[in-house]
């Protein structure tokens, strides 16, 4: 199968590579590989593809004196592994919205819909492997494994468009794998084979079944723990805002095994505000749709979103919103 992926450089110079020893940086030279070079400016992007009937493989390797982004466009909704060796990159919609985050030595499964993505990378060397998967083959084997059930179920989705499962650490793993199964001598050009073919996809079989052990043994790495983390502290907050545990951080971190002040990193990363910010402004979002939607008394609703004093409730409500709760144009009056 072909590459569902098309990277769009602006005024990049684009050469296949035809002659060996390949360039000097190349670290793992596939054999049987179409290679390929892209120049822009001081940065070279080297691509190496191998392909059979079931995955199309990619390996990248470059080096960037700055942080570099560009657009790319999926052609056909499919499964895609993101393997990262070293490097950063942020993979996101059209929007902007992050949907695949990855780091050295991390890897991830993700499904993707035809369409616009922006990828960027971080300075820096980059060593990664994308791995394109033929839809209709792989859809059969997602649903017989309950660690990829999620992408199955997205596929057949018709309001999700892209989903990335958590990040695990076992990129190098993958990469001495594939270095000792299908590189060549740089010196000897080698012809794609039906050998070749048959080693890709035991190649493939392995990497899945290493990625779904890692997920099964939760080997995340740092930015999958820290979503995860961030999942479960938003979930509680949102059941318990009106409960006094919200109120006092250092309880509120050990219910997440954190100290106070990583728990207050990870909450200013994930919403740039501080977690007391972060709670009061569902306090008040929530106080603001009460007052709109029900004819609950002031007081009541004040309890409801954890003001034992009604007073205090409306000083805060005031400073926050710009008017007082008697104020509020409430439809049920």
Known sequence: MQSLITLQFISALFKTINTYPLPYFTTIPLRGAITSLFSLSENRIFVQSLSNYLVHLELFEFSLFKDFSFDTLIHKSSFFMFVMHDGQSVLSDHLGNPVSETMGNSCALSYLRVGKYNWQFSAGDHKMILLTFR???????????????????????????????PHCTIAKSIFTLIKKQLTKEQTVKTTKSLKTDVEISLIIENILSKYQNSL???QYDTNSINKQKIAQITRFIHQNYADKVVDDLVKLANKFNMSRSSFIRLIKKEFQMSPNEYILKLKMTKAMVRLTTT?????????????????????????????TPSKVDRICE
């Open 135 to 165: 839809d209709d083959y792989y859809i059969r084997k997602l649903n017989e494994v309950p660690q990829f059930k999620p992408l199955a179920d997205v596929y057949q989705s018709p309001t999700v468009s892209y989903l990335t499962l």
């Open 216 to 218: 099964i043994a939760k």
């Open 295 to 323: 004819s609950k008394l002031i007081k009541e609703i004040a309890t409801e979103v954890g003001y034992h004093d009604p007073f205090h409730f409306s000083r805060v409500f005031k400073k926050y919103h710009k008017i």
